[in-house]
């Protein structure tokens, strides 16, 4: 059995570790709070956010796309149908295009991917990071190691890497993540991409031609309740 | 005691983690970015519950029980060192299946992790080795 002195000297020694520790601790944390941007974080506890929106506020139809950055159909619509929706619909005034995270569970690479798209958002390039993310989708999700991929994806657009780097190690958006994932399920989102055109919800990696007949189906209805 | 110094160690490292995790420290010291992957995956936490909150809890436990079991009136006494031979047991296997996770699914290591699984190995030895010891004693 240890006598009172080496009792004593033991104590002295877990003390001495838990300061130690603790230190550390307030050392890193003042590090990593000097590196980041000024910002609240984390991001999105207790804010209202409405998605990432693209197109004009006073278009005739809202479009609402829940996506996740890992599922094959979100890159499908994102490669096939998005570009001539962007072009003839988004870009003419007709559609405003609201886009809403929901990283699956289950997808390891999602929820950095997302990530990923929000610090590249906070310099107002959220979009280009979605296009990069959806048109290399084939090569990150069989990385072992995606995350340097977003890196070369956020070098691509022209982000502040600086910036692009804090935001990533914060991780500061990871609760407005799991609430925007916790939104989607309670609005009863099942599945990725899930679209509500005006109010109309439909899922799929829908081709442009019967993409466009929902919108002028929104359209039209929204015309006749506003005459 | 040597089992209480590492469980201290373990709390303080699981401790740093899980302030990370709910935002509280603004970076993590990782470097290469392994570290967040690992983090920032849905395996980072189960059933809503983040996994280093998981280590602050067990090696709280583990921590208290070493205190206890070298305190004079329960020196000699075996149930401590059982109990911390059980704690440290499912440490360990809670390790293995978080390392496993990191090498076969997430593929990134997070130093600070592995860190863990050796702490908690090194501490499952140890116990060991004063449960032996008490055997041999007794």
């Known amino acids: ?227 | 005691m040597v089992s209480a110094a590492l469980a201290l160690v373990g709390l303080l490292l699981s401790m740093y983690l899980w302030l990370y995790k709910i935002g509280a420290l603004g970076a993590l010291a990782c470097g290469d970015g392994a570290c967040e992957q690992v983090q920032l995956s849905p395996y980072a936490q189960i059933l809503g519950v983040p996994v280093a909150l998981l280590g602050v809890v067990g090696y709280s436990a583990i921590f208290m029980i070493a205190l206890l079991g070298i305190q004079p009136r329960l020196v000699g006494a075996r149930w401590p060192t059982d109990v911390l031979l059980v704690l440290a047991a499912g440490g360990v296997a809670f390790s293995a299946y978080l390392t496993y996770l990191e090498a076969a699914v997430i593929h990134a290591w997070c130093r600070w992790c592995i860190g863990s699984a050796a702490i908690i190995v090194a501490l499952f030895g140890v116990v060991i080795a004063g449960r032996v010891r008490w055997r041999v004693s007794s």
């Open chain 1, 1 to 227: 059995m240890a006598g009172p002195q080496q009792m004593k000297r033991f104590y002295l020694g877990l003390g001495a570790i838990a300061v130690v520790g603790v230190g550390l601790i307030f050392i890193a944390r003042a590090r990593g709070n000097a590196g980041s941007i000024p910002t609240d974080a984390p991001v999105g506890v207790g804010a209202a956010f409405e998605g990432h929106i693209m197109g004009s506020d006073s278009a005739p139809v809202t479009v609402v796309e829940y996506a996740d950055f890992e599922c094959p159909a979100c890159a499908q619509f994102a490669v096939l149908t998005a570009p001539d929706v962007r072009q003839r619909l988004i870009a003419t005034g007709q559609v405003r295009w609201v886009f809403r995270d929901f990283p699956l569970d289950g997808h390891p690479f999602s929820m950095p991917a997302h990530h990923a798209a929000q610090c590249a958002g906070e310099q107002d390039k959220f979009f280009e990071m979605h296009d990069q993310l959806y048109f290399n989708q084939g090569r990150w999700v069989v990385d072992r190691r995606p995350q340097s991929r977003f890196r070369d994806y956020a070098k691509a657009i022209g982000l502040d890497m600086k910036r692009y780097d804090d935001c990533m190690s914060s991780g500061r958006y990871l609760p407005r993540l799991a609430r925007e994932r916790e939104d989607a399920i309670a609005a009863g989102v099942s599945q990725t991409p899930t679209f509500d055109i005006g109010g109309q919800r439909v899922s799929g990696a829908l081709m442009y031609d019967n993409f466009r007949k929902y919108v002028d189906q929104a359209a039209a209805a929204a015309a006749a309740k506003s005459q």
